[in-house]
């Protein structure tokens, strides 16, 4: 690796644990008059959506500007692209434009693998959602929030913590790669739906499964609740809207049931009055708008990681954590950048 | 008033050689601790008083030497001075030339830095490109009254025009030798080596 960040489970822990310290670094850019480093000063990136978004195309967007890349969005809506321009086609654009990183979302679940792979381009490619798979910074993000909230103090992580991830697991890309990465990093995922919105196969992803919310949200300290993707739905999942809602849905009574320093995530877009009601969505225990905050101190630091020095600093098994000091001991002053 | 550096009383070589790596001691720990004594008042007598004073540590060792110097510094005026620190990681003119690298804290003082008179403090003055790296970084966070440099060993070979206000100890040195500055709150002792 790892010039792309295609799946939550490409990355080791301790890739995950540099993303999530630099995001930690990075937020407090937010709370200053000039919210700008110049570290991909002339460097191009490109967010290629395929797919409707609000947050994460934003969020990307305002990553890249913080951190000083020319910025080029591409959606698939007002381009070739809906004339049924190929996405090799598409790409091999992109490549003749220069890109060097390349943010994409894709109804097709392996879009972006492909994208990476078959040397159509040498950009590289962060997955930004494609289909039902994965969608990696979404699961960075969320363990960042968590790790915010849960284990604040510098060096604790999110080992033994339990996550519930509720609702529409079948078509949620989000709780894929929240599984993946929360594994890697030591918590313990249960996920809670209808059978018949569970994959196929999820015995083998590490997590356990429930289809009884009631039993699971007092043992847990985070839940998070995925919206129903009845666009991506061509068959009748569960019999109403209200008996989901009733048996699935998160309001103010099921609240009442967490521990007090449980905490209420969804990735959104949510529907309030299904999956959350409005008083859950915007109570104290919710973190939904910091989410989308915390989103772009991650996105900069993924970007950052990737396209900042001359090659990546996520890597498996190499050391490269604190290059400059501290790894080899004291300072030493014969590096040419130790001044 | 110009800063005086009166160097310090040359320890005799030892030959502290304890272990393969060590090479000679060239300040030990009261050694060190009296050359930031003297930093800590030639900041006061520059500034005329700690006020509007901010010591913003370069990560990781220039940190805790600010933090050392405002200890003494409150010893001396019964003031606490602001203490911060500036990661300049991102700005560094060879950001493109190794692999991206893990970022350091950068804490800025409730109070800012506009207006205020910043001592930069780093352990060891080569280049000079950390500090113009810094200049540059304390560019995006505010504007400064002054900005002074503080530095526990200044070993010369500048590749810009930048010099240290505050010198703890001139070290001539050929550019095949390294310095190490070894700290109590990072290392768990207090020294410099050359070798």
Do not use: C
Request: without cysteine.
């Amino acid at each position: 690796m790892k010039k792309h960040l295609l799946s939550a489970a490409d990355l080791t822990r301790d890739d995950a644990e540099l993303i999530l310290e630099t995001a930690e670094e990075l937020r407090s850019l937010a709370d200053r008059p000039i919210k700008k480093l110049p570290a991909l000063r002339g460097r191009t990136i490109v967010n290629l959506f395929f797919e409707d978004s609000t947050r994460t195309r934003i969020s990307f967007e305002a990553a890249a500007k913080r951190l000083s890349a020319d910025v080029i969005n591409f959606s698939a809506k007002g381009s070739s692209l809906s004339k049924g321009e190929s996405l090799k086609d598409t790409a091999l654009t992109l490549e003749a434009m220069g890109a060097d990183a390349v943010v994409v979302r894709h109804w097709a679940s392996g879009a972006p693998h492909n994208l990476a792979n078959a040397g159509w381009s040498r950009s590289s490619v962060i997955n930004a959602g494609d289909g039902t798979h994965e969608h990696p910074t979404q699961a960075l993000l969320d363990a960042f929030t968590m790790t915010r909230h849960l284990a604040p103090e510098k060096g604790q992580g999110l080992d033994g913590r339990r996550v519930a991830i509720v609702g529409d697991v079948l078509h949620s890309r989000v709780a894929r790669s929240n599984a993946l990465l929360l594994h890697t990093l030591g918590a313990e995922v249960t996920l809670v739906a209808p059978p018949t919105l569970l994959p196929y196969g999820v015995d083998s992803w590490n997590v356990q499964t429930s289809y009884d919310l009631d039993a699971v949200l007092p043992k847990t300290d985070v839940v998070m609740m995925l919206r129903v993707q009845r666009e991506r739905m061509n068959a009748s999942y569960f019999p109403s809207v209200r008996e989901y809602s009733r048996r699935y849905g998160l309001d103010a009574r099921r609240m009442a049931t967490l521990q007090d320093h449980a905490i209420v995530m969804h990735p959104g877009p949510m529907i309030r009055g299904m999956e959350i009601t409005a008083d859950v969505a915007d109570s104290e225990r919710s973190v939904i708008v910091e989410q989308v905050t915390n989103g772009v101190a991650v996105r900069m630091a993924v970007l950052y990681l990737l396209l900042g020095g001359a090659e990546p600093a996520i890597t498996t098994g190499d050391t490269v954590p604190e290059p400059v000091e501290g790894s080899t001991g004291p300072t030493t002053g014969d590096g040419e950048n130790d001044a | 008033m110009p800063p005086t550096q009166p160097e310090l009383a040359e320890q005799p070589d030892t030959g502290s050689e304890t272990g393969p790596d060590t090479g000679r001691t060239v300040l030990d720990a009261r050694d060190l601790s009296r050359a930031l004594t003297r930093i800590s008042h030639e900041i006061l007598e520059r500034n005329r008083g700690s006020r509007d004073l901010v010591l913003l540590g370069i990560p990781t060792r220039g940190v805790h030497l600010a933090h050392r110097i405002a200890a003494k510094i409150s010893e001396v005026e019964g003031i606490d001075v602001p203490v911060g620190s500036l990661d300049v990681t991102m700005y560094r003119d060879d950001l493109r030339m190794r692999p991206a690298r893990a970022l350091l804290p950068t804490e800025i003082p409730p109070g800012g830095i506009d207006d205020k008179t910043v001592v930069l403090v780093d352990d060891v003055l080569y280049s000079g490109r950390t500090i113009r790296a810094a200049l540059d970084a304390m560019n995006d966070i505010g504007r400064p009254r002054a900005v002074r440099l503080a530095v526990l060993v200044d070993r010369g070979h500048r590749d810009l025009p930048i010099r240290a206000d505050f010198v703890g100890k001139n070290l001539p040195t050929s550019t095949a030798e390294s310095v190490a500055v070894r700290l109590e709150e990072h290392d768990g002792e207090d020294s410099v080596t050359i070798r």
